[in-house]
């Protein structure tokens, strides 16, 4: 049997970045070929980022877990085992306490002497104290009720390579398969690397020049002092936020940009001279790849990211022909159920059947997978199928759809009842997205007033804005739908309407991301006039 779904795409992969600004939140979307595969969404003055750099203080020793927690400046003290101190920790300590005693001029890394290694099987009671001061990097940023997890083994990353302080070893990425390749990288970066300092080669460093990974292992080691000279400052006391990461969009591109990104498009004026600067630095080819989004319709709903978002992250996923994915998420594990539905029967039977749906599924669950940055344990349950062979099919199949997902997983084969469990790396809480809209009107208490009226209830707020509140110009935000309606009629239409009554310049912006009572007004900045009133309905 050949299957259509079974034939992979040979044409050129092309990667989009989408942007969207807000003024309380940052939402980047990765594209692949126009479709959604990554997502993320976070709060602008988020603190506890993955790769941020504290002075933090040991709050509590755990010596059951062999682990404390530390204060580093967030609600819950955060995680620290004894396996995450790393083997050069002593080194660190005592590097720490000679820059803490604030001399002039601290020795380099390179002239400082480096303590013996702890040992592997070590207790935490023994190189730790409640009260100490000890520098500690975010490992996995804080996940439901849980902390920040913690290590002390510090890393600096950057595009082609990763520096680690206090070691001396130069590791090559296992991806890198040209044996004559890791022994060019290993020996350049043997030569030019500082004494106290291990360097990790990263993937997108192989075939580069040795200019090249000069200049960025420069542009690191001047972080590294960076941060020295912060932490001799007599200011300077735990907790302490010491070296922050890059921009989530910056750390994204650093991942993920290569020569298959056509465009990066984004809505905000600062965050584009941010990325601009970064890809003119890494990629001076692709510079002209970044582009301001300037329309009126928001950035999202031009690049079609809110529909994909509505109907892929919903609890259920439609695959094709009536199959569909139903995906739950409990407090161990995710459980993903595959559905065939009201799909057409194969007319080569149900073994044939099981096989397409199954193959569709497998294709869906590894962009489910990056989508919605599923973590920890997920089992799939999909429909049966009596042929090994087929089993098989699908199990290479689905490591073949998820060699792309830079997240460290692990696929098991599938059982005899077509069960497969996957493990998955989770360093930050799982993206969930609320696809059922609450009524904006009666907020969800089953009653609203007649639709008929909201218009006039739109005009009021027209009124108070123009007339009470003495502005001219502002925007309102609606459903596509309300929209259309508001600007049906030409110079007869509702908005200009409005426009003449009220004596305003009243800009009316089809948004997606509204349901279809919901509104928004917007001053001549750009920034949200809280309108919204709950009113009891009797």
């Given at each position: 049997?050949?299957?259509?779904?079974?034939?992979?795409?040979?044409?050129?992969?092309?990667?989009?970045?989408?942007?969207?600004?807000?003024?309380?939140?940052?939402?980047?979307?990765?594209?692949?070929?126009?479709?959604?595969?990554?997502?993320?969404?976070?709060?602008?003055?988020?603190?506890?980022?993955?790769?941020?750099?504290?002075?933090?203080?040991?709050?509590?020793?755990?010596?059951?877990?062999?682990?404390?927690?530390?204060?580093?400046?967030?609600?819950?003290?955060?995680?620290?085992?004894?396996?995450?101190?790393?083997?050069?920790?002593?080194?660190?300590?005592?590097?720490?306490?000679?820059?803490?005693?604030?001399?002039?001029?601290?020795?380099?890394?390179?002239?400082?002497?480096?303590?013996?290694?702890?040992?592997?099987?070590?207790?935490?009671?023994?190189?730790?104290?409640?009260?100490?001061?000890?520098?500690?990097?975010?490992?996995?940023?804080?996940?439901?009720?849980?902390?920040?997890?913690?290590?002390?083994?510090?890393?600096?990353?950057?595009?082609?390579?990763?520096?680690?302080?206090?070691?001396?070893?130069?590791?090559?990425?296992?991806?890198?398969?040209?044996?004559?390749?890791?022994?060019?990288?290993?020996?350049?970066?043997?030569?030019?690397?500082?004494?106290?300092?291990?360097?990790?080669?990263?993937?997108?460093?192989?075939?580069?020049?040795?200019?090249?990974?000069?200049?960025?292992?420069?542009?690191?080691?001047?972080?590294?002092?960076?941060?020295?000279?912060?932490?001799?400052?007599?200011?300077?006391?735990?907790?302490?936020?010491?070296?922050?990461?890059?921009?989530?969009?910056?750390?994204?591109?650093?991942?993920?940009?290569?020569?298959?990104?056509?465009?990066?498009?984004?809505?905000?004026?600062?965050v584009y001279d941010e990325i601009k600067?970064?890809?003119?630095?890494?990629?001076?080819?692709?510079?002209?790849?970044?582009?301001?989004?300037?329309?009126?319709?928001?950035?999202?709903?031009?690049?079609?990211?809110?529909?994909?978002?509505?109907?892929?992250?919903?609890?259920?996923?439609?695959?094709?022909?009536?199959?569909?994915?139903?995906?739950?998420?409990?407090?161990?594990?995710?459980?993903?159920?595959?559905?065939?539905?009201?799909?057409?029967?194969?007319?080569?039977?149900?073994?044939?059947?099981?096989?397409?749906?199954?193959?569709?599924?497998?294709?869906?669950?590894?962009?489910?997978?990056?989508?919605?940055?599923?973590?920890?344990?997920?089992?799939?349950?999909?429909?049966?199928?009596?042929?090994?062979?087929?089993?098989?099919?699908?199990?290479?199949?689905?490591?073949?759809?998820?060699?792309?997902?830079?997240?460290?997983?692990?696929?098991?084969?599938?059982?005899?009842?077509?069960?497969?469990?996957?493990?998955?790396?989770?360093?930050?809480?799982?993206?969930?997205?609320?696809?059922?809209?609450?009524?904006?009107?009666?907020?969800?208490?089953?009653?609203?007033?007649?639709?008929?009226?909201?218009?006039?209830?739109?005009?009021?707020?027209i009124e108070y804005l123009a007339h009470k509140?003495?502005?001219?110009?502002?925007?309102?935000?609606?459903?596509?739908?309300?929209?259309?309606?508001?600007?049906?009629?030409?110079?007869?239409?509702?908005?200009?309407?409005?426009?003449?009554?009220?004596?305003?310049?009243?800009?009316?912006?089809?948004?997606?991301?509204?349901?279809?009572?919901?509104?928004?007004?917007?001053?001549?900045?750009?920034?949200?006039?809280?309108?919204?009133?709950?009113?009891?309905?009797?």
């Amino acid at each position: 049997m050949v299957c259509s779904l079974c034939l992979n795409n040979n044409h050129l992969m092309t990667t989009e970045l989408i942007v969207d600004v807000q003024p309380k939140e940052v939402s980047l979307a990765v594209l692949e070929n126009s479709r959604l595969v990554e997502f993320q969404k976070e709060s602008r003055n988020l603190s506890f980022s993955v790769g941020d750099i504290f002075l933090g203080r040991v709050r509590k020793l755990m010596p059951g877990l062999n682990a404390v927690f530390v204060d580093v400046g967030y609600e819950k003290d955060a995680f620290l085992h004894y396996l995450d101190l790393g083997p050069q920790y002593l080194s660190q300590k005592a590097y720490l306490e000679h820059l803490k005693q604030r001399k002039k001029k601290a020795s380099p890394l390179s002239k400082f002497k480096m303590q013996a290694d702890i040992a592997k099987d070590g207790l935490i009671a023994d190189v730790l104290e409640p009260g100490q001061e000890i520098l500690v990097q975010i490992a996995k940023e804080p996940i439901s009720t849980k902390g920040p997890r913690l290590t002390s083994e510090i890393s600096i990353a950057g595009r082609f390579l990763i520096l680690m302080p206090f070691s001396d070893k130069v590791s090559i990425s296992t991806k890198i398969k040209s044996q004559e390749e890791r022994a060019r990288l290993k020996q350049l970066l043997l030569s030019i690397t500082p004494k106290g300092f291990g360097v990790i080669v990263r993937t997108v460093a192989e075939n580069k020049k040795v200019e090249e990974l000069d200049n960025e292992l420069k542009v690191l080691l001047k972080r590294w002092d960076d941060m020295v000279q912060k932490l001799q400052q007599p200011s300077i006391k735990a907790p302490q936020l010491i070296f922050e990461e890059t921009s989530r969009t910056v750390v994204l591109l650093r991942d993920l940009l290569n020569a298959s990104y056509e465009a990066i498009h984004v809505n905000s004026p600062e965050v584009y001279d941010e990325i601009k600067d970064y890809v003119s630095i890494i990629m001076p080819e692709k510079s002209e790849i970044v582009q301001l989004y300037n329309k009126e319709i928001p950035i999202f709903d031009h690049f079609a990211v809110t529909k994909q978002i509505k109907s892929g992250l919903g609890k259920v996923v439609s695959i094709k022909s009536g199959a569909y994915l139903v995906i739950e998420h409990t407090e161990a594990m995710h459980v993903i159920d595959v559905n065939s539905g009201n799909r057409t029967r194969s007319k080569e039977g149900q073994e044939a059947n099981a096989y397409e749906v199954n193959i569709a599924a497998a294709d869906e669950i590894a962009r489910q997978l990056r989508l919605r940055d599923m973590g920890g344990i997920i089992v799939v349950d999909f429909i049966d199928m009596v042929e090994g062979e087929n089993r098989q099919k699908l199990f290479d199949r689905l490591r073949e759809n998820m060699a792309n997902d830079r997240a460290k997983h692990n696929i098991l084969p599938l059982s005899k009842f077509c069960l497969m469990q996957i493990t998955r790396q989770r360093v930050r809480p799982q993206t969930f997205i609320q696809t059922n809209e609450v009524c904006p009107t009666c907020f969800g208490k089953g009653e609203i007033r007649s639709s008929i009226l909201f218009t006039d209830m739109l005009a009021g707020k027209i009124e108070y804005l123009a007339h009470k509140q003495k502005m001219r110009r502002f925007t309102l935000m609606v459903h596509p739908y309300v929209a259309a309606f508001i600007e049906k009629g030409g110079l007869s239409s509702l908005k200009w309407q409005w426009r003449r009554r009220f004596a305003c310049g009243l800009k009316i912006i089809p948004s997606q991301a509204m349901s279809y009572l919901q509104y928004a007004f917007y001053d001549r900045k750009g920034l949200e006039i809280d309108m919204k009133e709950e009113v009891d309905i009797k």
